[in-house]
């Protein structure tokens, strides 16, 4: 939608346009002046230095002055800003036309290459670094298959540092903010010594209040609530005429309450079921279906039986708190630079550390206890008997239950990378690059679920109640419900090789190859215990009982249909038992591809570059483990691969106008996609989450990017992205969150029939809907839009400097809109984030002589709720008490395994992420 805060932000830059005459006569020459021609900017994206217009390649490059005067500060605003390219908050990841990595598993592959300095990451987060901190950012679109290999499937992300200079510079920054944001910053460079140089930055910004308010009483806000610093120190060193050399090391750390990366950035604003015990929903703390009666809670959520969300999106009730981490963090860069006559040979070296820790709220809501009271013979079946040692133990009640739990997860995380290339650097008409890629990196991404409060969890007690593996608990387990431990070593090595031959005045040949190696191996271990809920008790010996602690671990993976034995190179493998209780399995795989890239480039004249270029993209495969399985029958994941073909021009009119337009074609065969299998067994099984290669998928469109100077100081850039990314081939998918396909929008295969034959529970058809008596129902999904990818991008920037004596003022407007988008493989009105719009304002002053500057800024002017990603649907359901039923007015599904309980379902949750709210500011510049 185009809504009425466009038409604000663009006639108040009009205005701003026709007073240009009325201040002519206050003009004055001042350094602080706007530019009044489009200037030259020069890259790296081709690993030589090339103005942006000579290359080839879709680019969008931000300096840190244009940072600072459009206000790109976050990824979001990055992304804003760049066509085609998109970003999770919640994840950490980057997509760019459709293509990026949709789980935070890492043994799966990340298909957007981040560079900072040369030297690969796998955050994104680095590109957020501060214009203090960095020289430019570059964002080159489409697969990058020769220089920057398996990793930029989707494209590459540079971000190069701001280096020391020859003379003494000095700067602070100082930045106050709402929601108690305060940001210092602080760089110095200069000489050491002749031909050696030096620069010493860095940063500390802190934030109290969050962007979500948790309404338990006592419990702290959420969402970007920060504490985190960062240092860097260089060196830059000229050895001799033909070596220099450069190095930097970098230094950060988070002691964040709810803030950062995977930190609580959106809110589900449906109503929620009820809990397994007729009382509130143990996950969801909150929300009762209407009419429902709560009973036996001891400590309810403050709002009774209201999703606070429903209320206000910015709103949430939580008795955990939540906390984001990041410590032993390192990183090194080191260039070395040999140049010969007519060739630079370079050296490319780093890596780095980190340990990232998230915990979170994994019970849901705010509810401290309920009780379950006891079974009798009445109640339930009368065996085995509820005598007073079976009631100690918590066996048949009555039994008091304290829900609130918490997830931690970690990420430990190092890698190094070596590069040699060897560059041609004569004048003459044929150019040749060529170089050897070595890359490893390490790390564990231990998840757990801990019941702080359960007193069965601490020490499992010795009674005589088999566990489902066939041997007695083990005796403590920390409190946690579910433990898993992957740790995986990956290791690459790649060669490439680029020509470019100008055969003619006006046209030029471009052609290049890469071969890739890549190996990942690691292990992984998992165990699960099972307390009072009714999964545990669907065994013969414990049917119609609640009982303590059981180890399901084996019964889980057996339900997961995985064999005994060990995985071998990738192909479907089994498990191995430790005595500590945990199921364990081994990952092995090798992958090589060769990549490359062919492309013609005419330029009749100095402004004009039109272009076709043929990419071949490659991404690794990897393993559905950790955080998003528990050992499930199909952790392997093949290569991914894909042909893109673009023709793009770059034009300059003059030096008032310039316009950059791609248009690109690129078929994927083998897109990487998560998908959750819908369970359908009502019982101990889980939805199994597994990652699929689409067997084919295409992602087309246009992006325009145009900066027009129509008259003196006003810039005015537009940018707009079309981008029809979509699955082409997938059949025979049922989907977790609406089984039975019954969505708009949804492509059936089968007819809709009931179930058979399931009075007891038992499904003689294996799709058959435990939850509502009906045959689960697969789709085909062929034109699905792709995840993460909307349609229709718009970037508006309108900025007018005004001179005076004294300085410059520059007003500058931001207008946003962004079509809706996905985050799964369903095209489903459920699953969709609606389309949004967002205005930002600016107001820059620069003195004459550019010894400070002063930026207030307000962002998201009008408050709208914008959409970080697409949103994601579940399917409430669960087993309910019969009264419980009957109270609610739902209609109940099959028979549960537990008499007295039923089946149902209350319906499909939605859960979105949001962008930051409205915030405002002013930042302090000072140049020394």
């Known amino acids: 939608m185009y809504s009425k805060h466009i038409l604000l932000a663009t006639s108040a830059m009009l205005a701003a346009a026709i007073s240009v005459q009325a201040h002519a006569q206050t003009k004055t020459a001042t350094t602080a002046a706007a530019s009044n021609t489009i200037e030259e900017l020069v890259v790296t994206a081709e690993k030589r230095a090339q103005n942006l217009q000579d290359v080839p390649v879709a680019i969008s490059a931000f300096t840190s002055e244009k940072r600072d005067l459009v206000g790109i500060k976050s990824i979001q605003d990055l992304t804003n800003f760049t066509p085609g390219l998109n970003y999770s908050s919640g994840t950490d990841r980057a997509a760019v036309r459709g293509i990026g990595r949709l789980t935070n598993a890492h043994p799966v592959a990340v298909p957007v290459a981040v560079y900072d300095d040369g030297i690969y990451t796998t955050s994104t987060t680095t590109a957020a670094k501060s214009p203090i901190l960095t020289d430019r950012i570059e964002v080159l679109r489409g697969p990058q298959g020769t220089l920057y290999g398996r990793n930029s499937l989707g494209g590459a992300i540079n971000i190069i540092s701001k280096r020391p200079t020859e003379d003494v510079y000095a700067e602070v920054r100082a930045t106050v903010a709402n929601y108690d944001r305060t940001l210092l910053e602080a760089a110095v460079s200069g000489p050491m010594a002749p031909g050696l140089q030096f620069r010493l930055a860095g940063n500390w910004e802190k934030q109290d209040k969050g962007w979500f308010t948790n309404i338990v009483p006592g419990m702290p806000s959420e969402g970007n609530v920060i504490d985190q610093w960062f240092v860097e120190g260089q060196l830059q060193a000229k050895f001799s005429d033909r070596l220099d050399g450069w190095a930097k090391i970098s230094l950060q750390g988070w002691n964040n309450g709810g803030g950062g990366p995977g930190a609580r950035g959106g809110y589900g604003p449906s109503p929620f079921g009820f809990g397994e015990f007729g009382a509130q929903n143990v996950s969801a703390g909150f929300a009762c279906a209407p009419g429902g009666v709560v009973t036996n809670v001891v400590n309810t959520s403050p709002l009774g039986c209201v999703n606070p969300a429903s209320r206000d999106p910015r709103q949430f009730a939580s008795n955990v708190a939540q906390s984001v981490s990041l410590d032993q963090t390192y990183s090194i860069a080191t260039n070395l630079t040999y140049h010969f006559d007519n060739m630079d040979l370079k050296y490319v070296g780093g890596g780095g550390n980190y340990h990232y820790t998230l915990i979170q709220d994994n019970g849901g809501g705010s509810i401290t206890s309920f009780q379950i009271p006891l079974r009798t013979a009445a109640s339930g079946p009368p065996s085995p008997t509820c005598s007073a040692t079976f009631q100690r133990l918590g066996i048949c009640g009555p039994l008091t239950i304290f829900p609130t739990q918490a997830s931690t997860y970690q990420e430990l995380y190092h890698n190094i990378s070596h590069e040699i290339n060897l560059a041609s650097t004569s004048k003459s008409n044929f150019q040749w690059l060529g170089g050897l890629y070595y890359y490893r990196e390490g790390y564990e991404q231990p998840v757990f679920t801990t019941n702080f409060n359960q007193p069965q969890l601490a020490n499992a007690p010795s009674a005589s109640v088999p566990a489902l593996t066939g041997s007695a608990l083990p005796p403590s387990f920390q409190h946690r419900l579910f433990d898993n431990r992957p740790a995986f070593e990956e290791e690459s090595y790649a060669a490439y090789g680029q020509i470019d031959w100008k055969f003619t005045d006006t046209l030029k040949l471009t052609a290049g190859l890469r071969y890739n190696h890549d190996k990942l191996t690691g292990t992984e271990s998992v165990r699960v215990l099972c307390f009072a809920t ?395």
């Not at 389309?835 to 307000?858: P, T």
């Not at 309910?880 to 008499?899: D, K």
């Open 534 to 928: 009714t999964p545990c008790g669907t065994v013969p010996e414990l049917l119609g009982t609640l009982t303590p602690p059981v180890d399901v671990t084996a019964a889980v993976v057996n339900l997961n249909g995985v064999p005994q034995g060990v995985v071998d190179n990738g192909h479907l493998g089994g498990v191995v038992f430790t005595p500590d209780g945990f199921a364990s399995r081994n990952y092995a795989h090798t992958w090589t591809a060769t990549t490359g890239t062919a492309g013609l480039e005419w330029t009749p004249d100095s402004d004009t570059n039109a272009y076709f270029r043929y990419s071949r993209g490659y991404l690794m495969g990897g393993f559905n483990s950790g955080v998003t399985s528990t050992l499930g029958r199909f952790p392997f994941t093949d290569a991914e691969f894909s042909d893109d073909f673009e023709i793009g021009l770059k034009k300059d009119f003059g030096r008032r106008l310039q316009v950059n337009v791609a248009v690109f074609y690129n078929p994927i065969k083998g897109y990487q996609a998560p998908l959750t299998v819908a369970n359908n067994t009502g019982g101990l099984a889980t939805s199994e989450s597994r990652y699929v290669n689409i067997p084919k998928a295409i992602t087309q469109g246009v992006e325009f990017e145009t900066l027009w100077i129509p008259v003196d100081n006003l810039q005015i850039l537009f940018n707009y992205s079309y981008n029809d990314a979509k699955i082409d081939k997938l059949s025979n998918i049922i989907d977790p969150a609406d089984p039975l396909a019954l969505q708009p929008g949804a492509k059936p295969l089968t007819p809709l029939v009931a179930c058979t034959g399931t009075t007891t529970g038992a499904a003689p058809n294996p799709l058959c809907d435990a939850a509502t008596g009906f045959v689960q129902r697969p789709q085909d999904l062929a034109g699905n839009q792709l995840p993460q990818a909307p349609k229709n991008k718009v970037a508006v920037n309108i900025n007018y400097t005004f001179n005076f004596q004294s300085g410059s003022l520059t007003p500058s407007a931001n207008y946003i809109w962004r079509d809706k988008q996905y985050s799964g493989l369903f095209s489903r009105p459920l699953a969709a984030a609606p389309s949004w719009d967002q205005v930002d304002l600016r107001l820059v002053w620069k003195d004459r002589d550019n010894k400070y500057s002063i930026i207030a800024f307000v962002n998201n002017v009008f408050d709208t709720l914008g959409y970080d990603g697409g949103a994601s649907a579940s399917r409430t359901s669960g087993v309910y008490a019969a009264s419980t039923i009957a109270a609610a007015g739902l209609t109940p599904g099959l028979p549960s395994t537990l008499p007295g309980t039923f089946n149902a379902v209350q319906g499909i949750s939605t859960s979105y992420a949001l962008t930051p709210p409205r915030t405002y500011g002013v930042e302090f510049q000072y140049r020394f």
